[in-house]
Structures are given as structure tokens and as C-alpha cells.
């Protein structure tokens, strides 16, 4: 039987590949978009996804996002970067294609199944596919390194100790990636007994994308209401200004109508 971390990188890679296949053009918001989206189903049917339509596919992945705003209101803004692919203008044949071939790639992988498992709450499936579909070079201009999950886990019991830690302790990240260093800390925390939801969580990334990655990531696993998610380059700003008028602008779009429709209708072919 395959371990989870294997199986990340089995989804990982058929997502990728099935991007690259379908000639659907350079923009990896759309692929990372489509697993993003799938990885916050708990329950689904494969089935759904591998006999539907493109424009089936496409709605349903509409309705994911739509439904995760109104769950999330205060990660809404951060997760946009996801969805400028679609929302306010007609997507080409190609990316509308390309989209379903991913999300029938990830699904046959099994994402949907480690969602119902459990397993995606132990998981980053977004940092492998965005280091796979990203040339090098790409990564190297804004900096961004993917800690391996076992150093990660390392310096997170090193940091966190055996002490006791307080509910409503912070804990942070500035340079958080898709969130790797968090994911081991609240993997730290429930080794201890310890319900991650009960701290205060702060991170942020200078990439847009990469920073809507995470803003998935932390909901995906489980670290509660009480985080603050930002995008910035935190060594010449004070980000956590900023972060928190996001959030609050997240909010409002929760609350527009016509930003969930516009989800909802999300891919329409041109």
C-alpha cells in the first residue's frame, strides 16, 4: 500500500503531467487552481469527476471555491490568486480542456480519496506541484525552497519542545512557502494532544500564488479561524498590517453576491 507522502506525489505528478499533455499553455494558476480546489472535498465520488464533461468538470470546481468563500470568509482575498484564470472573463478551449484533464488526473491519483481518509490533513499536495510545474529559475527569482517534510518535522519538535505550550500561543512563519514548516508544527501539536485550532497561526509569502497555496493549506489542515495569511516581501514591510486589511477585504467579498456567482459560473468556455 502506498504511504501518503508517495501518494501526494503520485497526484502531484499526474496533475502535472496531464497539464503539460493537454498543451493548455504556461499559466500554472489553472492546474493549481483545479488540485487546490479538489483537496478540500472531505467526501466525493471519484466518479463524479472522471465521467463528467469539461464543462461539468469546470462547474464543479466552481462550486468548490464558491462554497470555501463562504466557509472562509477571511481567507477569500488571499485564495483570489487561484481564480484569476476565471472569474471575469471567458477561458479558452485549451486551459477549459486542460483544467478537466488535470482534475480527472488528481482524481484518478486519488486525491479525493485522501480527502476522505483523512490523509490531506497530514499533507502538502500543492508545495510538489508547484515545484513541478515551475522551471527552477522560476522558484530561484522570488526565492522559494520547499522544506523536505523531514527536516521540517525536525526543526518544528526542536522549536516547540516538550514544554508546555499555552492555547493561544503564535506561532509564525514569514517565508512560509506553501506552508511546510506549519504543517510539521501542528503535526508536532496533535502528537502531543494537542488541537492545532487552539493557536494563533501568522504566515506569509512574497508570491501571490504561492501564498493563495498556502491560505488552502492551512484550512485543509485543520489550524482553526485564528490565522492570518499574508503576501509580501516581510523584510522590507510590515506585513501583518496589510494581512489583516486582506482579510477584512475577504470578508466583503463573502458577503458580494455577484463575486460568488461569477465562482459558481467559474470556466465558462469561450
Request: glycine content about 10%; overall charge negative; hydrophobic content about 50%.
Amino acid at each position: 500500500m502506498q504511504s501518503t507522502r508517495t501518494q501526494v506525489t503520485a497526484v502531484a505528478e499526474a496533475a502535472c503531467s496531464a497539464w503539460q499533455s493537454a498543451f493548455a499553455g504556461p499559466d500554472s494558476r489553472v492546474p493549481l487552481s483545479v488540485v487546490a480546489a479538489l483537496s478540500l472535498v472531505d467526501h466525493g465520488d471519484p466518479a463524479d469527476v472522471i465521467g463528467a464533461d469539461d464543462a461539468e468538470v469546470a462547474q464543479l470546481i466552481g462550486h468548490l471555491w464558491s462554497s470555501f468563500c463562504r466557509l472562509r470568509p477571511d481567507l477569500a482575498y488571499r485564495v483570489m490568486s487561484l481564480l484569476e484564470w476565471s472569474p471575469g472573463r471567458r477561458v479558452g478551449a485549451d486551459e477549459h480542456r486542460g483544467a478537466a484533464a488535470v482534475a480527472r488526473a488528481a482524481v484518478d491519483a486519488g486525491i479525493l480519496d485522501m480527502g476522505a481518509s483523512g490523509a490531506l490533513q497530514e499533507e502538502d499536495v500543492l508545495g510538489p506541484l508547484v515545484s513541478m510545474l515551475r522551471p527552477p529559475s522560476a522558484l530561484q527569482r522570488t526565492g522559494t525552497f520547499f522544506t523536505p517534510a523531514d527536516v521540517a518535522d525536525l526543526m518544528a519538535a526542536t522549536t516547540l519542545g516538550e514544554g508546555r505550550i499555552p492555547a493561544g500561543s503564535s506561532i509564525a512563519d514569514e517565508a512560509a512557502g506553501t506552508g511546510g514548516l506549519l504543517l510539521a508544527a501542528a503535526r508536532h501539536l496533535r502528537r502531543r494532544g494537542i488541537e492545532p485550532a487552539t493557536m494563533r497561526w501568522a504566515a506569509a509569502d512574497i508570491d501571490p500564488l504561492i501564498a493563495a497555496c498556502l491560505a488552502v493549506n492551512v484550512h485543509r489542515w485543520g489550524l482553526g479561524p485564528r490565522v492570518l495569511i499574508g503576501c509580501a516581501d516581510t523584510l522590507a514591510h510590515d506585513w501583518v498590517e496589510q494581512a489583516s486589511h486582506e482579510r477584512d477585504l475577504g470578508l466583503g467579498i463573502a458577503r458580494n453576491t455577484g463575486i460568488l456567482a461569477a465562482l459558481r459560473g467559474f470556466g465558462a468556455a469561450a
